[in-house]
């Protein structure tokens, strides 16, 4: 009987004891939760990540266990588990703190790059939506109208124009917009609200099963803030008559379940330039969240902004070096436009099953555009100028659906990630038109309604492979293009299908919690303008991009962080859009190869040193030798800069930037000239009120920010001259202001 009793015991205290699977989750002090923190278990040397609601299930763990749970920017955990723990679940808050460099273990991060890329953002927040691309290691930008038009994009060799090549979208809603009336892929991010943004997603290359249409260079996404610490508001003031302010409100109590906040952001501007921009911008922004069955969560997000400015435009450096007019004068200066656009997002993350979780959000947008420019002045009409106007009004809707499986055998760990969607843009009014003076149409070039409609389906497998792991994926896009023209006799619709397959391969190998070794490659694409598929029969409707990334990120130090790739990109077809003569030209296929360097170092615990630098070769493969080169494509770029955190009651930070010299034309006899400039900000903290300094460019220097080889006819001209035409960098650029938080 007694070995009965024993045998029993034992029996018992051996399944006590076998490894069970701890739920969990982890949240801020603020009850919101983090995604991506790491859940390690020092004594069976099993892990995890938290999803995108603050979730987790960690194998292999018994009563007595120890548990480390963090991310960069929170104070680590160290947690035993009970019995209590282990039946019931477990919630971990973690605490904020100051990054520590020597607390980033790339072994345990689920994606080191963009860990550091939301350290930077904290390190660094921006307040204008300028900055906001700028966080992404490599990319350049260059604003055409001083805020009111898109920006242009640079990045790993790509003149970008203004989205043709990258991916950007905001809470899974896209920003890009196609068959735009200002050329194909438009995104412009000014209805965001920089303050709004809590994380920057970013990839480059096309290895992303979950990215589609114009992820060639890269892509990159924002999640804006789920709720607020606190309120707040803020002025300020700077030169030009630059006014912004800013309202952010709390609309619910952080102890209920729901969070609700709303944001106000106005600006208005002159600019440095002799005729007054009169620039001013509205943003409003709303967002509510609420948890389903305690961590289900549903989002609804609003937004509008409107905006309205004049431009000098583009000038000729002719007409500055004769001294006809300054680097802040205009040829024709009644350029400018408006737009605007409004927005409806509904996000629902849902776990399934302990294993199981969908990520859905639908969205519509109505925007609006209107935009007035001269290029070549008097080339074309030498009477009235070459002003033209540019129109749409949009509608579109759409909607993302991703689930995600995690398969564990015991010896292979599988996560599968598959999603399905669409979009569908009514381009209403889609115009092109000759103008004078921004009141009279002469005549009318292009005029029409555009429906384009883009479904996909993706699915992307990772298996985990002790130290490695191998992660295949394959991507179907179907894509529908009609068009109405309105400037034909008799109505006809035309109409064009097309279908795309991308497979993309990656894979990675971590020997170490200090380095790791990386290998993608992958096949992406950009769709080309429903017109010119429709009208002019275009052979590329959706050209491949194959691309090719080797590299590490490596912490050779505690407070180092190195990252390294060197890339290969082959492009089926550039595109180049003409604005003026509404069309966008193929150029034929392409070829791109480089070296991306960055580097993160903590000198101190307040202070931290930043730089990214990229070294590019860009070719056309349908060209002869010295006049294959691509208008525009950067050639080296370096970027980084020095933060300090709160340090007493100061904090602030020095940035730099550099663009190097690029070719403006084919055969590099036109070069545009790089330049070099720094800002500097200064913040002065006192309780809940933060007092700012500011300077942009900060040694005043003359530079370029776009520009273009375009031929041009001046009024006084016989002949036309092909040369550089720009748009002015700011000059030295003052500004104060005051942030009140409570």
């Known amino acids: ?372 420019s001269n290029f070549t002045f008097f080339l074309e009409n030498p009477v009235d100028g070459d002003q033209i106007k540019q129109f749409e009004e949009r509608d579109i809707f759409g909607m993302n659906v991703q689930f995600t499986d995690i398969l564990d055998n015991g010896k292979t760990e599988t996560t599968i990630n598959k999603g399905i969607g669409f979009r569908f843009d009514n381009s209403n009014a889609n115009q092109l038109a000759s103008t004078k003076n921004r009141t009279e149409i002469l005549q009318n070039v292009q005029l029409g309604d555009i429906q384009q409609t883009n479904a996909y389906v993706f699915y992307n497998a990772t298996f985990e492979l002790g130290k490695f792991k191998i992660a295949p994926a394959l991507r179907f896009d179907y894509f529908k293009f009609l068009y109405n023209d309105a400037l034909s006799s008799n109505y006809e619709t035309l109409s064009n299908t097309k279908s795309i397959v991308n497979p993309k391969l990656n894979f990675f190998y971590t020997p170490n919690d200090n380095i790791q070794w990386f290998l993608k490659s992958g096949i992406g694409f950009h769709s080309n303008d429903a017109r010119v598929v429709l009208q002019q029969d275009a052979d590329k409707i959706l050209p491949r991009a194959y691309g090719l990334d080797f590299g590490n990120i490596w912490k050779p130090t505690k407070n180092l962080v190195i990252n390294t790739a060197a890339w290969y990109l082959f492009s089926e077809e550039e595109f180049v859009y003409v604005g003026d003569a509404g069309i966008v030209e193929p150029s034929g296929k392409s070829e791109r190869f480089g070296l991306d360097l960055g580097l993160r170092y903590q000198l101190t615990d307040n202070l931290f040193f930043t730089s990214d630098a990229t070294v590019t070769r860009a070719r056309s493969l349908e060209a002869i030798s010295g006049e294959d080169f691509i208008p525009l494509a950067p050639n080296f770029t370096l970027a980084g800069g020095l933060s300090m955190t709160k340090m007493g009651n100061f904090s602030g930070s020095f940035n730099y930037r550099y663009l190097g010299d690029r070719p403006a034309n084919e055969d590099n006899s036109i070069v545009a000239k790089g330049y070099f400039v720094s800002d500097i900000n200064i913040n002065y903290h006192v309780k809940n009120t933060t007092f700012g300094f500011a300077i942009e460019n900060l040694f005043n220097v003359a530079w370029n920010e776009t520009q273009f080889a375009t031929e041009s006819r001046l009024q006084n001209e016989v002949n036309s001259v092909e040369e550089i035409h720009f748009t002015p960098g700011t000059p030295f650029f003052a500004k104060l202001s005051v942030v009140y938080q409570f």
């Open 1 to 372: 009987m007694k070995k009965r009793i024993l045998i029993f015991a034992l029996f018992i205290s051996t399944f006590s004891a076998i490894a069970q699977q701890l739920k969990g989750r982890v949240l801020d002090v603020m009850n919101q939760p983090i995604e991506n923190a790491y859940v390690f278990n020092s004594n069976t040397n099993s892990h995890t990540h938290t999803d995108s609601n603050g979730n987790f299930i960690l194998d292999k763990t018994v009563t007595g266990n120890q548990l480390e749970i963090g991310i960069l920017g929170f104070k680590k955990a160290v947690i035993t588990i009970t019995a209590t723990q282990l039946q019931e679940g477990i919630n971990i808050k973690l605490e904020t703190n100051i990054f520590q460099l020597d607390e980033f273990i790339i072994g345990k991060e689920k994606d080191a790059l963009k860990t550091i890329a939301r350290v930077d953002l904290q390190l660094n927040p921006v307040n204008n939506s300028q900055e906001i691309l700028r966080k992404v290691p490599g990319l350049f930008i260059g604003q055409h109208a001083g805020g009111g038009k898109a920006e242009q994009i640079f990045l790993r060799g790509f003149d970008i124009d203004h989205g043709t090549d990258i991916t950007l979208s905001v809470d899974g809603m896209p920003i890009n917009m196609v068959s735009h009336a200002h050329g194909q892929g438009y995104s412009d991010l000014h209805f965001i609200i920089p303050e709004t943004i809590q994380k920057i997603d970013f990839g480059k290359g096309p290895y992303y099963a979950n990215q589609g249409d114009f992820n060639t260079a890269g892509y990159v996404s924002f999640d804006t803030k789920n709720s607020l610490p606190t309120n707040t508001v803020s002025l300020g003031y700077g030169d030009f008559n630059s006014f912004r302010t800013l309202g952010m409100f709390n609309l619910l109590n952080h102890n209920s379940k729901d969070d609700a906040y709303v944001a106000v952001e106005y600006i208005e501007t002159d600019g440095p330039f002799e005729s007054p921009q009169n620039f001013n911008r509205l943003n409003l922004f709303a967002k509510y969240n609420t948890y389903l069955n305690g961590s289900d969560k549903l989002t609804f997000t609003t937004s509008h902004f409107t905006s309205r400015w004049d431009a000098s435009g583009q000038i000729p450096q002719r007409a500055v070096d004769n001294g006809m007019i300054s680097r802040f004068g205009a040829i024709d200066d009644t350029e400018g436009g408006t737009t605007s656009r409004s927005n409806i997002n509904v996000q629902l993350q849902k776990t399934l099953t302990d294993n199981s979780f969908m990520k859905a959000n639908a969205f519509y947008s109505n925007y609006n555009f209107e935009l007035f």
